[in-house]
């Protein structure tokens, strides 16, 4: 595609609810990120997909987060049981490798828990 | 642990000032450096970005930075911002595939 693509661009859930996010990178872009910004604040890095290798699940902030990624495409991010705090933006970004081109970024998925 | 950080979280300056926000990280070895900028309403994009060679890295819309290994530092600058500068903008680092950004300056340049 042109772009990184996000859906969906806004969610409303009710807290206790699963959530599922999906992000389809620039097609052929092998490095994968999801970031989480809460309001007013910086980027929170949650995961990192580059090709075939196990993923950088670092940041994932409990266990109630997990994300999958087929192969070098499409990525959805699940949250169980979500909380208020989970309320933020979701942003996928993806790029050609990593530690080399610039990432590019997705327009988010605007959470919120109710 | 590895981390980036921005001095400052708000700037305020008129149209004409110069700007410079402050970038350190904390990483060893080899690092890739970059600055974001989302202006609002917008999806975040690339300003500028360092890998190796000159320190001294241009970017789009007149903005430069400067690699200072010495200080772990890279810091962005304009010499004189205009007002649609306005935005948020973020220090990146990359070390092993592992992009990390700073907090965010929020930039507001006044009329």
């Known amino acids: 595609g042109a772009g990184v693509s996000q859906s969906p661009s806004n969610k409303v859930t009710e807290k206790g609810k699963d959530v599922e996010l999906r992000c389809d990178p620039i097609?052929?872009?092998?490095?994968l990120y999801w970031y989480r910004q809460r309001l007013g604040q910086g980027l929170e890095f949650l995961i990192y997909?580059?090709?075939?290798?196990?993923?950088?699940k670092s940041g994932l902030p409990s266990d109630r987060f997990s994300a999958e990624r087929t192969g070098e495409s499409v990525s959805t991010l699940t949250i169980q049981r979500t909380q208020q705090e989970d309320s933020a933006v979701y942003l996928c970004?993806?790029?050609?490798?990593?530690?080399?081109?610039?990432?590019?970024f997705g327009q988010g998925t605007r959470l919120t828990v109710v | 642990a590895q981390s980036v950080s921005q001095h400052n979280h708000h700037v305020i300056l008129s149209e004409a000032a110069s700007l410079e926000l402050g970038c350190n990280y904390s990483?060893?070895?080899?690092?890739?450096l970059f600055w974001y900028v989302q202006y609002p309403g917008q999806h975040l994009q690339l300003l500028l970005k360092?890998?190796?060679?000159?320190?001294l890295v241009k970017g789009i819309k007149g903005f430069e930075a400067e690699f200072i290994k010495s200080k772990f530092s890279f810091n962005l600058r304009k010499p004189s911002v205009q007002w649609s500068d306005t935005a948020e903008y973020f220090c990146?680092?990359?070390?092993?595939?592992?992009?990390?950004f700073g907090a965010g300056t929020q930039v507001v340049v006044t009329p």
């Open positions: 970004a993806s790029s050609l490798a990593s530690g080399g081109p610039e990432a590019f």
């Open positions: 097609s052929g872009h092998t490095a």
């Open positions: 997909f580059q090709g075939n290798s196990a993923p950088d």
């Open positions: 990483y060893g070895g080899t690092v890739n």
């Open positions: 360092y890998f190796s060679g000159d320190p």
């Open positions: 990146a680092a990359d070390s092993w595939g592992k992009l990390q």
